[in-house]
């Protein structure tokens, strides 16, 4: 996250160590602004019309913001990482509801926690605060900064784990009396006794039982009790938040979930490494052997890629990164990396990882040159073009996503500056809007809409189809500034898109499935993540751009379990609901932006809609 301006070139990969695969059951110079590859201007023309994104948030009904305490004069580092955004179906209505959590203040040298916020999804791009309604209001909420979304006990409602300041906090979601949804604080009952300072927090079945296990990444010993430093300086003179530098890593946490709702701490039997101060986890296959693998991203110390070696009912685990090529950039130098997201950029069929990184860093893309026999990555910043935006953003949300359906994914990246006086750079800086053209990356941000034309001290970054018509949202948290709703207003008219919403047999988690679409235009391949951005959550669901094709030709669904499905009878332009095992799809019909907006209760929408209610759902 944070580094001395004066941070030198490495002088090369250093040595090397090998973490072996063990059980785990228990018993610089600014990067070139003008980098790009041949051919490649930088810039990439649209058809005219509308901008991509119009900031729709005046008008949502959602007005939050991330409070970080900074006005309490102690320049801790805490301040500077903010905060996530989940994007969740808590009621099952059809409709992907907006978690926020709020981050925190100090009364003296205490730490505490602002509240965290929901806002229930009404339709037509308008939103409720729902907090008080799901008992979000009485949790005690610790500093948070993450953001977990998923059924963590497979009863087919989603779940929510919020990381912050030496303390987890895990909601259960659970029917009321009104036959309605809240929220009820399990943390303790599920044996998640987590008092560490956590950042991100990711998911997935590791051991291929069908409860996800979870990953939480923690950051440094900072404390007022522990490690306060109050000589930090970045101009020789003016005081400011210091450099990571100063901080030990604290060990992250692999907890095993024991299928009763409680977890078991298996970082030890696992060789979880302990070098890293963690800002970023996510966990997807990036060996194409159907188990999500894990990556962290870590601020200033090597990044980590866990390849899954699993066994049934015992999780392996082998550490790779410095061998994979992912822990590192391509002068060989650990950087402050935040955010990351993983997808087919290039149509090789493998997940490339990409990670947000520090000033004077550039974002490191890692493209996926596995194989059977070896896993490996090239480092493709510059080839691809993205190096273009230059080495001055200190970024942290980003994701993948296809805004145009012309079949590749396309980039948003958001930024702002971790310390309070940048030298020569404003704290707020605009995002980068970037369009895939056949695996090279090309800046449109002037075309993104209002949002992207202004600065911003952006965090986490959460994309989802907010209005269910197949085009990609993005909800964006600041640090001191009102959450921002981004609607794609884009419009392709030649082209086509495919949503697929999937569930594992009886509700088992599917982090980890790969999906292999193939239509004129040839193959893409999408999987299913868990965790992702900086400390948020994403649409669960799958979207593919088609091109100016409606005819899919074939459509084949990798679960984890090892079952191969082999899809038929898609059409394009629509959402499909797909659960493993079941012989035929079913198209899903959504409320849209286009339905009459509801201003129901939550149990009065589903008693109200039948079709949407859990029992009904696939």
């Excluded at 709020?102 to 916020?117: F, M, S, W």
């Excluded at 560490?196 to 990444?217: F, H």
């Amino acid at each position: 996250m944070m580094r001395p301006s004066n941070r030198g070139r490495g002088s090369g990969l250093g040595a090397l160590v090998l973490i072996a695969m063990m059980g785990c059951n228990p018993g610089a110079a600014p990067p070139p602004a003008s980098t790009t590859p041949a051919g490649n201007s930088g810039t990439s023309a649209l058809p005219a019309g509308p901008p991509i994104f119009e900031d729709a948030t005046a008008t949502t009904g959602i007005a939050f913001t991330y409070r970080n305490g900074e006005e309490a004069n102690h320049y801790a580092i805490i301040e500077s990482l903010g905060g996530g955004v989940a994007l969740l179906d808590y009621d099952q209505d059809g409709l992907l509801d907006i978690f926020l959590t709020g981050g925190g203040y100090y009364v003296g040298t205490k730490v505490l926690g602002h509240p965290c916020k929901l806002y229930r999804n009404l339709g037509q791009f308008r939103f409720q605060d729902v907090t008080a309604q799901v008992g979000l209001d009485v949790i005690s909420f610790p500093y948070s900064h993450g953001a977990a979304a998923f059924d963590y006990d497979r009863d087919g409602w989603p779940d929510l784990l919020i990381t912050g300041y030496n303390r987890l906090v895990l909601l259960k979601n659970v029917a009321d009396e009104k036959n309605g949804r809240r929220f009820i604080d399990v943390t303790s009952a599920a044996r998640l006794n987590d008092n560490l300072w956590s950042t991100s927090a990711a998911w997935g079945d590791l051991d291929g039982d069908g409860y996800p296990e979870i990953y939480v990444a923690h950051y440094g010993d900072w404390g007022f009790e522990t490690n306060h430093p109050t000589d930090c300086t970045y101009d020789g003179k003016t005081r400011d938040v210091c450099q990571p530098r100063r901080f030990k890593p604290l060990p992250h946490t692999l907890y095993r979930n024991n299928r009763d709702g409680t977890f078991t701490d298996i970082s030890e039997a696992c060789k979880i490494r302990k070098d890293g101060k963690g800002i970023g986890v996510i966990l997807v296959d990036v060996n194409n052997d159907g188990r999500p693998d894990i990556y962290v991203a870590n601020d200033t110390d090597d990044n980590h890629l866990y390849i899954n070696r699993s066994e049934a009912g015992q999780v392996r685990l082998e550490e790779v990164g410095l061998f994979a090529g992912v822990a590192r950039d391509d002068r060989g130098i650990a950087n402050g990396s935040m955010g990351l997201d993983a997808a087919d950029y290039n149509h090789s069929g493998w997940a490339s990882l990409i990670v947000t990184n520090y000033e004077n860093e550039l974002p490191a893309l890692y493209k996926n040159r596995s194989d059977a026999k070896q896993i490996r990555f090239l480092y493709d910043t510059m080839p691809s073009g993205l190096a273009v935006i230059g080495g001055t953003y200190v970024s942290w949300g980003v994701g993948f996503f296809d805004f145009d359906w012309d079949g590749w994914q396309d980039l948003l990246i958001v930024s702002g500056h971790a310390i309070r006086f940048p030298i020569k750079l404003d704290r707020r800086q605009k995002p980068q809007l970037l369009r895939n053209v056949q695996g090279r990356f090309r800046v449109i941000t002037p075309q993104g809409g209002s949002y992207c034309q202004q600065p911003h001290n952006a965090r986490g970054a959460a994309f989802g189809d907010l209005d269910n018509d197949g085009r990609i949202d993005v909800v964006i948290s600041h640090l001191n500034e009102p959450v921002s709703v981004l609607r794609n207003v884009y419009s392709a008219p030649d082209h086509h898109w495919l949503g697929l919403h999937l569930q594992g047999a009886k509700h088992a988690d599917i982090v980890g499935t790969r999906v292999v679409l193939e239509t004129a235009q040839g193959k893409q391949t999408a999987f299913v993540k868990g965790g992702a951005s900086y400390a948020s959550t994403n649409d669960p669901r799958l979207l593919f751009g088609l091109g100016p094709t409606t005819t899919i030709q074939n459509l084949t669904i990798y679960w984890p379990s090892g079952t191969i499905q082999k899809v038929t009878g898609l059409e394009a332009d629509a959402y499909w609901a797909i659960t493993e095992g079941e012989s035929a799809p079913r198209r899903r019909h959504y409320p849209t932006s286009t339905s009459s907006a509801s201003t129901a209760s939550p149990h009065e929408s589903q008693k109200n809609e039948p079709s949407l209610t859990k029992t009904n759902l696939p």
